[in-house]
């Protein structure tokens, strides 16, 4: 007994996943994040679907029949996640410019039915800080987005 809860403190302090199950995931991380900013003013219309669609097919290189599969298990686990930092934790390794296009592709969600609400600024905006986007970067990728 002694040695099992010796062995759990041991696990817990090297940060060790005590869940028993392997969540690292970039691919579903990358679109629940899409469908967190889809979902943030509570209204998913068709445009966004679709752009949520075109978008996980072109980031993440998958076929129609992947991107629904990633999509379906995407919207489950958005709906289930208690923070932003359950996605953005997975995707401590992206490069920066792989970073700035996630950034974009969420501007391009929120931006697809005409107008960019509120909430969804403000997943966008935390989204970037924990990814450590730069503002900078943040404002250009909303930009390029507007701007078309």
């Known amino acids: 007994m002694f040695n099992a809860i ?5 696990q817990l302090l090297e ?6 199950k392997n969540s690292y995931n970039p691919n579903l991380a990358i679109a629940s994040l899409l469908c967190e900013v889809a979902g943030a003013d509570n209204q998913i219309n ?7 669609h ?4 072109r980031l993440l290189e998958l076929n129609e029949q992947e991107a629904n599969t990633l999509l379906t298990q995407a919207e489950e686990a958005a709906k289930n996640a208690a923070s932003l930092y359950e996605f953005t934790s997975q995707l401590r390794e992206l490069s920066q410019e792989t970073r700035f296009e996630l950034i974009k592709a969420m501007w391009e969600v929120a931006h697809a ?3 960019i609400d509120p909430l969804e600024d403000s ?18 990728a909303k930009l390029s987005v507007i701007n078309k």
């Open 6 to 10: 010796t062995s759990l403190f041991k």
């Open 15 to 20: 940060g060790e996943d005590l869940s028993g």
């Open 46 to 52: 068709q445009v966004e679907r679709e752009a949520k």
């Open 54 to 57: 075109h978008l996980v097919e």
């Open 113 to 115: 039915d005409g107008e």
């Open 123 to 140: 997943v966008i905006r935390k989204t970037a800080e924990l990814l450590y986007v730069d503002h900078s970067e943040f404002i250009r």
